[in-house]
């Protein structure tokens, strides 16, 4: 008698610890686990009812969008015509009656979802974008982890198709038009210190750049403190091509050229500038590279930026793009 007791008494505990827990419960944790738990068992009924494509004889029929996703099949009711439906069915010539989900799977020849690659996660990093591109040709575009000197893994956005390593900015919002505007100094960081730090750690020898940027920085017999910090391609050797200006050098201009990767500089009627100071000649480019960060400072007068008679204008700079990329593989 005592056995039975106690068990009535552990009965009334757990009863009442249940009932407490669901009293602390608000409505929506209900309505949420309740998702839940139909979210988790699908329930379907396969019937009958006319096939228009069969001359209207009865067949069998589970009228969801997905079967594949029923963990249940019950056998259900008959319509005598066959409703319209805003989702594709397809007709059986006999039924299945089960709670397996293994079961209902293979009599619906249901295809598998694909097993997720493991090349390319932390426990098991790829020496290369093309290497998991190689071993899994349906891998999406996305981050991955590529192993680089020293047994290092870097986290890596890898272009599918195409087996690309992808560094720099997207999506890039900002417009910099500077022309005789406020002190404004800007500092656009395009390929952050770890991205760097990849670049150089990881085996790439290939590399372009992909672009829709407009840039040019211009001092006209004054001074202008910006700069392009930069790596040379495929070197990777870092590289900063300044724009320091003073009189009688009007109308020097550094810009890209139409691919991205190289920066020309132009000069005036009086220029002397281009060709000194590691600039590239008169209206000749640099050697291939890649910019990592531009720095806009042509009225920071304490970092020496000058301007003949106060004409502000004529020290001028332009980033104007959405996007740039470094591809490497």
């Given at each position: 008698?005592?056995?039975?007791f106690k068990q009535f008494?552990?009965?009334?505990m757990?009863?009442s610890?249940f009932i407490?827990?669901?009293g602390?419960l ?14 988790a068992?699908?329930y ?7 096939d ?6 009865y ?24 409703p ?16 397996n989900q293994?079961?209902?799977r ?5 295809s598998?979802p694909?097993?997720?690659c493991?090349n ?6 790829a020496?290369?974008?093309?290497e ?16 680089g000197a ?10 599918m ?7 720099g ?6 417009v910099?038009n500077y022309?005789g ?13 770890d991205e760097?730090?990849a ?6 020898s ?7 940027v ?11 403190p910006?700069?392009v ?7 990777l050797?870092t590289v ?11 109308n ?13 500089c ?5 220029s002397n500038?281009?060709g000194?100071?590691?600039?590239p ?5 640099t050697?291939?590279?890649v ?6 400072g042509?009225?920071a ?7 003949t008679?106060s004409e502000?204008?004529r020290?001028r ?13």
């Amino acid at each position: 008698m005592k056995g039975v007791f106690k068990q009535f008494l552990l009965l009334w505990m757990l009863h009442s610890i249940f009932i407490s827990v669901i009293g602390l419960l608000t409505g929506k944790d209900l309505v949420v686990i309740l998702a839940y738990l139909a979210e988790a068992a699908m329930y379907c009924e396969i019937g009958q009812e006319p096939d228009p494509a069969s001359q209207n004889r009865y067949r069998w029929v589970i009228p969801v969008k997905d079967p594949c996703q029923c963990t249940e099949v019950r056998v259900g009711s008959l319509n005598t015509r066959a409703p319209c439906r805003p989702f594709d069915i397809k007709y059986y010539d006999t039924f299945l009656h089960s709670s397996n989900q293994t079961e209902i799977r293979k009599w619906l020849n249901c295809s598998e979802p694909p097993t997720p690659c493991a090349n390319g996660t932390m426990q098991n990093p790829a020496t290369s974008c093309s290497e998991i591109l190689e071993v899994c040709k349906q891998s999406p575009s996305g981050v991955y982890y590529l192993l680089g000197a020293r047994n290092k893994q870097y986290p890596v956005y890898c272009e599918m198709p195409g087996g690309w390593a992808r560094f720099g900015k997207g999506n890039m919002q900002s417009v910099w038009n500077y022309e005789g505007e406020d002190e404004a100094e800007i500092n656009l960081g395009i390929i952050s210190d770890d991205e760097i730090e990849a670049i150089k750690n990881l085996p790439f020898s290939n590399f372009t750049i992909r672009t829709d940027v407009t840039f040019s920085v211009q001092a006209d017999d004054s001074k202008n403190p910006s700069t392009v910090h930069a790596l040379y391609l495929p070197s990777l050797q870092t590289v900063s091509i300044n724009l320091p200006m003073d009189k009688s050098n009007d109308n020097t201009r550094l810009r890209f050229k139409e691919e991205g990767d190289r920066v020309m500089c132009l000069g005036g009627p009086s220029s002397n500038l281009c060709g000194q100071d590691g600039l590239p000649r008169k209206n000749e480019a640099t050697e291939r590279l890649v910019v990592t960060n531009v720095y806009f400072g042509p009225r920071a007068v304490d970092r020496g930026a000058t301007a003949t008679r106060s004409e502000w204008r004529r020290n001028r700079y332009t980033w104007d793009g959405s996007f740039y990329y470094l591809l490497a593989k």
